[in-house]
T-cell receptor, first 115, second 112 residues
């Protein structure tokens, strides 16, 4: 298995632009998580899905952030408009909880820089 | 707010020594997990201990869990330079939602 795939790996954009981050979870996994990591705030859970349905989006910073999971093999995290304070590494992770394994598998992350 | 608080925040040891990291949490849990993150990479799952377990081993890793004190420790024995990384504890809630809450992490440096 290729593991969790994220694209792009690096994104540099100007303030005000729309940014779309993509994630392909491990095949068969029923949970998908989006995290943001910064030096100041550590690893923050933004939103997670179970069987493509958003379960908890309380970590989404504000309305500029939105996430979708149109099918079991694809999810997007969109920031519109982007701001310099959104600069961070964004991770996608997936897990299989139906079998009670609980452990999460992380992608390599997308390093976002907003200038 | 973060569930897990890790201690110490940073640890520097010589190769061959043991490294101990601690994690405290606040609410009831179903399981506690430890992850490793190498610089510039994603987190990698190391070990999971369930709330009804007290100790677990995996290779050079030993994890303990004390639910009465709401704390866990990760011991890495005979450390190697390749163990240099950040280590995070993560707790799964008793409601079993699949969600994990991560601590701030301990940065371990193993000097060759």
């Amino acid at each position: 298995d290729a593991g969790v795939i994220q694209s792009p790996r690096h994104e540099v954009t100007e303030m005000g632009q729309e940014v779309t981050l993509r994630c392909k979870p491990i095949s068969g996994h029923d949970y998908l998580f989006w995290y943001r990591q910064t030096m100041m705030r550590g690893l923050e859970l933004l939103i997670y899905f179970n069987n493509n349905v958003p379960i908890d989006d309380s970590g989404m910073p504000e309305d500029r952030f939105s996430a979708k999971m149109p099918n079991a093999s694809f999810s997007t995290l969109k920031i519109q408009p982007s701001e310099p304070r959104d600069s961070a590494v964004y991770f996608c992770a997936s897990s299989l909880n139906s079998g009670r394994s609980y452990e999460q598998y992380f992608g390599p992350g997308t390093r976002l820089t907003v200038t | 707010s973060q569930q897990g608080e890790e201690d110490p925040q940073a640890l520097s040891i010589q190769e061959g020594e043991n490294a101990t990291m601690n994690c405290s949490y606040k609410t009831s849990i179903n399981n506690l997990q430890w992850y490793r993150q190498n610089s510039g990479r994603g987190l990698v799952h190391l070990i999971l201990i369930r709330s009804n377990e007290r100790e677990k081993h995996s290779g050079r890793l030993r994890v303990t869990l004390d639910t009465s004190k709401k704390s866990s420790s990760l011991l890495i024995t005979a450390s190697r330079a390749a163990d240099t990384a950040s280590y995070f504890c993560a707790t799964g809630g008793s409601s079993n939602t699949g969600k994990l809450i991560f601590g701030q992490g301990t940065t371990l440096q193993v000097k060759p």
